[in-house]
């Protein structure tokens, strides 16, 4: 599958750690994610997944080695670009980060307001994308009316919007149904098809079987070798 | 900006209570300040109103020749603070009093000596006319030999004006106490929005939004604050002055001086003044918010 893609890494690990005093999260961690690959981290909770992937958007900073985000070394961004770099990411977060008290248009166009994207081309964007993941009819709602595949589908949205050429999605079926999951999953396959790298932390083996794509597996903070299954 | 506007009302809108606690307390702050503001342009210009009336009598030996007043008069106008100087000779005098007293005046016609002295009536310039300028050219005056007595009545001028003084002091102390506890309740207001609202804000952080996005909606939202803020505050204290001013203005102006409102200059400053207090807690507490 890899053959297939191009061959040219969007993000990279050399050597990572994170350490929370004296507690290692993250171990050593070398990795290198493919433009417009499909990409699991797999492992148990507290295995690290969520952590490798809030270094990636820089929710938080390594202890030690070196990530690069499409040619950006993350340990040399200054603090003021960081909002720039995470406009490269769409992040899908397990427990949806919808603002409660915005409805489910104002929730997704945020991203777009933030990049400075002029009004009514937010309108056009916005409504397309609540079209395709099927929130259309519930753009008005706040999300704490919505069930949680409704709410996860509007935060896939939200990833989705701004074009990001990465979508980083941290257990994004992990309270879903399996309708719900199945939906959300292949919205993420379907953006992945036009074009973004997608990187899935997850523990449902299910998913992962079912995808067929690239597996990485985290166990106690350490990366086990990186297996095609 | 329109956008920033609009999500600034919004937000005042979705925390009601909070952003009135905000207006109110900058409101008490501004009426209170404006209160003293109020006291102390008034007073001043009663004060004024008051001084310009000052003037100092000297009056002179009796038998003082005739030929010694010009250069008495020369010596007199020399003296710092001197504006005019007048002569108002006994008998002068004498008509004058008996001008006064009408009808007593028949009074005065079985007088068979005028007992008024001669004297110098002294107005001041306005510019000196502080009290301790007031008397040291009594002083100076009083210390010339044909000179017998000055007067410049109105004593308790000089005291008053020491305790408005005073009291100018202390408004300036308490403008400056209540600015920083307008600051310092508007800041705590917002870091209690900016926390009540803190995962709001790190999903906007999460998105992409830069601070300069975050920060604007919660400035624009400060200055509104300070404005409202600043004009309830003047508002009650014109709802207290229309009531006060009607009672006072009857009964103690009596047509010397008017009791006035703020002029447009000192509203507009004072409400400028209050949308800065806004402006500044919020800068104060999303400085410390967005560091983390």
Redesign the interface.
């Known amino acids: 599958m890899i053959e297939e893609q191009e061959k040219s890494a969007i993000i990279r690990l050399f050597h990572v750690y994170r350490h929370y005093g004296s507690k290692n999260a993250l171990i050593d961690i070398t990795l290198d994610v493919f433009k417009n690959e499909f990409l699991f981290i797999s492992g148990h909770s507290g295995a690290g997944k969520t952590t490798l992937l809030k270094l990636m958007?820089l929710?938080e900073s390594v202890s030690d080695g070196q990530i690069i985000i499409d040619g950006m070394n993350l340990s040399r961004i200054s603090r003021?670009r960081i909002?720039?770099l995470?406009?490269n990411?769409g992040?899908v977060f397990q427990d949806y980060?919808?603002?409660p008290?915005?409805t489910v248009f104002e929730n997704v166009a945020?991203?777009l307001?933030?990049?400075g994207v002029k009004?009514r081309q937010i309108q056009k964007k916005v409504r397309s994308v609540l079209r395709t993941v099927g929130m259309e009819q519930r753009q008005k709602s706040l999300p704490p009316s919505l069930s949680g595949g409704e709410q996860q589908r509007v935060a896939v949205a939200?990833a989705v919007v701004?074009d990001p050429k990465i979508i980083l999605a941290d257990e994004p079926t992990g309270s879903l149904d399996s309708d719900a999951a199945d939906f959300i999953f292949d919205l993420l396959k379907r953006f992945h098809t036009r074009g973004a790298t997608v990187v899935i932390a997850t523990h449902d083996r299910e998913l992962i079987k079912k995808a067929g794509d690239r597996v990485v597996h985290l166990t106690s903070g350490r990366l086990e070798t990186p297996s095609n299954i | 900006m329109s956008l920033f506007i609009k999500k600034a009302i919004h937000d005042i809108r979705q925390n009601r209570f909070l952003n009135a606690v905000t207006v109110i307390t900058i409101a008490l702050s501004v009426l209170i300040v404006s209160a003293f503001m109020l006291f102390l342009i008034n007073t001043t210009e009663i004060m004024n109103s008051w001084k310009n009336g000052i003037r100092i009598m000297a009056y002179l030996k009796q038998g003082t020749p005739a030929a010694d007043i010009p250069g008495l008069k020369k010596k007199i106008l020399t003296m710092y603070g001197t504006q005019e100087v007048l002569f108002i000779s006994k008998s002068e005098a004498l008509n004058l009093l008996k001008d006064q007293m009408q009808r007593q005046a028949s009074l005065i016609d079985n007088l068979k000596e005028n007992p008024l002295p001669d004297a110098f009536e002294i107005r001041m310039i306005p510019a000196s006319q502080n009290w301790e300028k007031v008397e040291a050219l009594a002083a100076d005056i009083e210390s010339l030999p044909q000179v017998v007595e000055v007067e410049y009545g109105q004593q308790w001028l000089g005291r008053f004006t020491n305790i408005l003084n005073l009291f100018k002091l202390a408004s300036y102390a308490l403008g400056a106490l209540f600015f920083l506890a307008a600051v310092f309740f508007v800041a705590n207001t917002i870091r209690l929005v900016l926390y009540s609202r803190r995962e709001e804000i790190e999903i906007m952080r999460l998105v992409g939004a830069t601070n300069r996005f975050i920060k604007i909606p919660f400035y624009i939202e400060g200055i509104i604050q300070g404005g409202l803020g600043g004009m309830v505050g003047l508002a009650v204290l014109f709802v207290f002055f229309m009531l006060a001013s009607s009672k006072v203005g009857q009964d103690f102006s009596a047509g010397y001086f008017t009791i006035r409102f703020l002029p447009p200059d000192i509203l507009i400053f004072v409400i400028i003044g209050s949308m800065f207090i806004g402006w500044l807690g919020c800068y104060l507490s999303l400085k410390q918010f967005l560091k983390v």
């Open positions: 958007y929710g003021n909002p720039y995470r406009r990411f992040i980060k919808l603002i008290t915005k945020l991203v307001e933030a990049a009004r939200r701004g």
